[in-house]
């Protein structure tokens, strides 16, 4: 791997989308991640800028190990990872909620059922929150998808997962029941790039930081015109 280069790890899916779109907006040139492709790497040799597409949750790993410069990913899996790296920006796309939900029938009982199972793709996430916030023993059943199901057909009373419309929820009789943080997508940096390609990493920041200032204000004057 070419140290000289600056490497940018995607989270592969709807926030790669929207963070190369937030990229471009701050004026850095992404075509390089734009053309459709399966590889993995895609390299801009002129810009000394690499991006990597990596599973959402792996992109934690990478930033801290290194093999990339910085990341975007979701704070869902930044929670879940507890990764050591720096978290810089909040970029504000890919908003949702982490929730303890269940059937509908719990709302307002949910520290009424003792010893609870919790199924959910987030086992860290639903261990703090149960055990180190609320102090209650629960079960923990760790699943990779389709967490919904699981209080349908009894393998546990209720999920932690994200819920974004709530139309998951809505369609399969369950509701949130507990809201345990605010998600949205961030920029994470790798803690000794931070330091040694601060002559790189700073300008690019600064200059995301500007596009997100020039959205922000849109949407408050758009709030205003109503
Ligand atoms: C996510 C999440 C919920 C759903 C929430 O699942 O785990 O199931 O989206 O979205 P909603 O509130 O808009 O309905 P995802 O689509 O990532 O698939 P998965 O269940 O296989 O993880």
Same mark, same amino acid.
């Given at each position: 791997?070419?140290?000289?280069?600056?490497?940018?790890?995607?989270?592969?899916?709807?926030?790669?989308?929207?963070?190369?779109?937030?990229?471009?907006?701050?004026?850095?040139?992404?075509?390089?991640?734009?053309?459709?492709?399966?590889?993995?790497?895609?390299?801009?040799?002129?810009?000394?800028?690499?991006?990597?597409?990596?599973?959402?949750?792996?992109?934690?790993?990478?930033?801290?190990?290194?093999?990339?410069?910085?990341?975007?990913?979701?704070?869902?899996?930044?929670?879940?990872?507890?990764?050591?790296?720096?978290?810089?920006?909040?970029?504000?796309?890919?908003?949702?909620?982490?929730?303890?939900?269940?059937?509908?029938?719990?709302?307002?009982?949910?520290?009424?059922?003792?010893?609870?199972?919790?199924?959910?793709?987030?086992?860290?996430?639903?261990?703090?929150?149960?055990?180190?916030?609320?102090?209650?023993? @629960? !079960?923990?059943? $760790?699943?990779?998808?389709?967490?919904? %199901? +699981?209080? /349908?057909?009894?393998? &546990?009373? =209720?999920?932690?997962?994200? @819920? !974004?419309?709530? $139309?998951?929820?809505?369609?399969?009789? %369950? +509701?949130? /029941?507990?809201?345990? &943080?605010? =998600?949205?997508?961030?920029? @994470?940096?790798?803690?000794?790039?931070?330091?040694?390609?601060?002559?790189?990493?700073?300008?690019?920041? &600064?200059? =995301?930081?500007?596009?997100?200032?020039?959205?922000?204000?849109?949407?408050?004057?758009?709030?205003?015109?109503?």
């Amino acid at each position: 791997m070419d140290r000289s280069y600056l490497t940018l790890a995607l989270s592969k899916g709807r926030l790669a989308d929207q963070a190369l779109e937030l990229l471009e907006a701050a004026g850095i040139d992404c075509r390089a991640a734009r053309v459709e492709s399966r590889r993995l790497i895609l390299e801009d040799p002129d810009a000394k800028l690499r991006f990597i597409m990596a599973k959402p949750a792996d992109v934690p790993t990478y930033v801290e190990y290194g093999a990339a410069d910085l990341g975007v990913v979701g704070k869902d899996t930044l929670l879940e990872e507890g990764r050591q790296l720096y978290e810089v920006l909040n970029l504000g796309f890919g908003a949702c909620r982490l929730c303890v939900c269940g059937p509908e029938a719990l709302q307002g009982r949910l520290d009424r059922i003792p010893n609870k199972r919790v199924a959910t793709k987030y086992p860290r996430v639903a261990r703090d929150f149960f055990e180190l916030k609320k102090r209650e023993s @629960v !079960e923990i059943i $760790r699943l990779n998808g389709s967490v919904e %199901l +699981a209080p /349908l057909v009894g393998l &546990a009373e =209720v999920i932690v997962d994200i @819920v !974004e419309s709530g $139309r998951t929820l809505k369609e399969n009789g %369950l +509701a949130v /029941l507990e809201t345990i &943080a605010p =998600v949205s997508a961030r920029m @994470v940096v790798n803690r000794v790039s931070m330091k040694m390609k601060a002559d790189r990493i700073a300008p690019l920041l &600064a200059a =995301v930081r500007a596009e997100l200032e020039v959205r922000r204000s849109r949407t408050e004057e758009r709030r205003h015109d109503r």
